[in-house]
């Protein structure tokens, strides 16, 4: 099996289409059914269903592109560790969650470029698509949210604890108190992200907001366009739909009227921490000096 043929399959399973597959490789769709042959007879699988519109992955096919991303991805890597063996820089992929920009800004904005030998790449996603890169080796490391109990496998550490405050309309009940109970929101419509792209602060902010449960259906209303946009739900708070957590630091980037922010009683801190698959890219010892650090 040979990572071109591996280029191939995943060309194939990604596209779902021989012709669609072959264009993007820009090779001829013949040759690349042929490689794709030659494939499946060394494994002594098939790893397609083939039909004249499209094609379907088999079982076989399934578990080998989960480790074909993976083995690709470590080729790459390989590739690179070798090209900077001659004392060039490293480069190590990295992914952030939204809002730890402004959390972390300093020591990102230092990140961004050649430090003490390492050049970092970075990006920002969700905590669920960053976690999913690294587990592929897309990734070198990321920076999340509170790491949700499933992916406690992982390495990682606690870079920071961030306060978490609460977002109220102006004109609410509760917006003159110099802090919240959360006892007190037993009732309250919670505005939240879309638990599936962020499952560990998601589960930290309710299970601290609602420790008995939600008290009625939908009383936490989640919006696909909160993410990463604290003008949406700081927008959402202002035009009365619920209350929503919020962390401090990114509330001072956004204005919005209408809207007050206080903290909870008792108080809510959400942990940003970096988190890597073993083995550790060599350059990850530095970074993570670096990042936690940051103050």
Known sequence: MELRQLRYFVAVAEERHFGRAARRLRIAAPSLSQQIQVLERD????????SPH??????AGEVLLEHAHVLLARAERAYEEVRCADGR???LRLRIAPAV????????RHLSGPISGVEVSIATSTDSDSILAIRKDHIDAAIVWVRSAQNQDLMGTVLRRVPVYLALPG???LAGRADVSVSDLVDETIVMFPRNLFVGIWDHIIGHLLPAGPSRPNQVLTQPDLINAPEALLGSVAAGRGVAPIVPAMAEHVTVSGVVVRPLNPPLLASV??????PAHPALEKVVALLSDAE
């Open 43 to 50: 494994l002594q699988v098939i790893l397609f269903e083939r």
């Open 54 to 59: 499209r094609v379907i992955l088999t079982s």
């Open 89 to 91: 820089h490293r480069q």
């Open 101 to 108: 920009e402004h959390v972390l800004s300093e020591r990102l």
């Open 171 to 173: 004109g609410h009940r």
């Open 273 to 278: 921490e970096l988190i890597w698959r073993e």
